[in-house]
């Protein structure tokens, strides 16, 4: 080693560093997805991208069993795998001229014309800045956004538009290895059993806002708090616990950092949704929970806000979700969940593991969504809905990567379902590029879409984040346009 060289530059250094690269070039293409090592969340469970394809399950799906699944201790880590970056980039990420010119600006589409009235009054006296005028909206889907992927653009977008009110809600621990949320501080330890509505599932239909009940006897515990670093979700005021108040229900402990402990009851006369609310100055706070034993203590989940004008995002994802497990819930329950969360908009975006089925009932499936579109419009009463379709989804055909043609016929389904059943619609599939582009999105560099031919990179996430939340903006901005026009014209038919 020469004498200018550093000591951490030498022979050994640079033999792990080629090591490094050579385990790294299997992520840079689909092809070489059998040389990869390390599963990365957008890759399949098996390797070999282009191998057989995974057994599809059956159609319909058989029931899970009932039931409660052990949880282990677990972490809100962030990875160049499924996080955003900490820091402002721009609106739409750097990408390859290619791909860019093929997205397509697709407008919300609304047959009734005032779908979204409800979500944009709410979102105009918080854009007034009015007190008290908070906007939450709710994001169900599937893997995409319970690794927070859209959801978490959606977030710092609308945010950084119309002001920050807090990071929303955040289930009790992990539930699924891939679960993650951005610009916020979250873990779990101790003993926490879970039961989801993609199983096990829990047999009196309670799943709470996010579709999982935890439940703890004691020595469960979760953290949450603002992020520490970067330029997003740095403060906090309000910690909102969602719970169950049943029988027999045991204590929980909550602590703010610098503060004596409080505790509260979950025992009641019946099973009732309910929410413990816990102040803190805002910045940068955090809140440790136990569960304290003397019987059963049923969690659903911590939403993080800030007592100010403003706009808060729920992702609220599953892994390996499809719409009907809502079917699941208890339908009074999910009335309360969704009375105590007061949304002015429910995104609902599933489809990805539909188009899994080896079978899929297009007629049965056209009449199960519109009938939960109907349910859902009913259980998150003065709240919008917006169906948002699947991402395009590719699999290798004849030699190459085509898009699977039941993506198609979702995509068609879920826009009749949405403009027959008064509510809105946006089409992901069509502004990614439309048939082939995640094909396109796998091949550009840098990465958009996995090498599973299913999910975006964060990078890509962010594309359709970006393009969600313009949409969204541009909608509003039209409506409030016209609104004024017409306060500007009754007030010129006034008489004086």
């Known amino acids: 080693m020469s004498a200018s060289e550093h000591p951490m530059v030498g022979k050994t250094t640079r033999t792990l560093l080629v090591m490094l690269a050579a385990l790294a070039m299997p992520y840079a293409s689909p092809r070489l997805g059998a040389l990869r090592i390390v599963r990365a969340p957008w890759d399949p469970a098996a390797p070999g991208a282009e191998g057989p394809a995974a057994e599809a399950p059956a159609s319909p799906p058989v029931p899970p069993a009932a039931g409660e699944q052990a949880l282990p201790a677990s972490e809100n880590a962030p990875t160049v795998n499924n996080a955003l970056s900490a820091e402002p980039g721009p609106t739409l990420p750097n990408i390859d001229p290619g791909v860019r010119a093929t997205l397509r600006t697709v407008s919300i589409e609304d047959a009734t014309g005032h779908a979204l009235d409800p979500f944009f009054a709410r979102l105009g006296r918080t854009d007034r800045r009015e007190a008290g005028a908070v906007t939450r909206i709710l994001h169900y889907g599937d893997s995409t956004i319970a690794s927070d992927y859209v959801s978490g653009t959606m977030r710092r977008r609308l945010q950084a538009r119309f002001g920050d009110t807090g990071h929303g809600f955040i289930l009790i621990a992990n539930p699924w290895e891939w679960y993650f949320h951005n610009d916020v501080l979250h873990a779990s330890d101790g003993e926490w059993t879970a039961s989801r509505l993609a199983g096990p599932t829990a047999p009196d239909g309670r799943y709470g806002l996010g579709g999982v009940s935890f439940t703890s006897y004691g020595g469960g515990v979760a953290w949450f708090g603002a992020a520490t670093r970067g330029e997003y ?25 610098g503060a004596p402990a409080e505790r509260f009851s979950t025992r009641g006369d019946a099973k009732v949704s309910r929410v413990h609310s816990l102040h803190a100055p805002d910045g940068d706070s955090r809140l440790t929970l136990r569960a304290m034993g003397g019987g059963p203590v049923r969690l659903f989940g911590v939403a993080l806000e800030r007592d100010q004008p403003g706009v808060v995002y729920d992702a609220l994802g599953s892994h390996a979700a499809m719409a009907v497990y809502w079917q ?11 009375a105590l969360r007061d949304p002015a908009l429910v995104v609902f975006q599933y489809g990805t593991n539909e188009s899994d089925l080896a079978k899929l009932d297009r007629d049965a499936y056209e009449r199960a969504l519109g009938d939960l579109v109907d349910e859902l419009r009913e259980a998150a009463a003065g709240a919008s809905v917006l ?12 030699g190459r990567v085509a898009t699977k043609p039941v993506i198609l016929d979702l995509v068609a389904i879920q826009r009749r379902v949405a403009l027959t059943h008064g509510v809105a619609f946006w089409s992901t599939f069509e502004a990614m590029g439309g048939e082939g582009s995640m094909a396109r999105w796998t091949k550009t560099r840098p990465q958009l879409a996995g090498g599973d031919l299913t999910h975006p990179t964060p990078l890509g996430a962010e594309v359709i984040g970006d393009m969600l939340s313009d949409a969204l903006v541009a909608a509003y901005e039209k409506w409030e346009r016209e609104i004024s026009q017409e306060d500007q014209k009754i007030g010129k038919e006034k008489p004086f």
């Open 233 to 257: 979700g740095r403060k906090v005021s309000r910690f909102d616990v969602y719970y169950l108040e049943q029988p027999g229900g045991g204590d929980v402990e909550l602590t703010l950092r």
């Open 328 to 338: 699941r819930q208890d339908r009074a329950h999910w009335r309360e969940q969704l």
């Open 387 to 398: 169906v948002v379709t699947p991402l395009d989804r590719a699999e290798y055909r004849g």
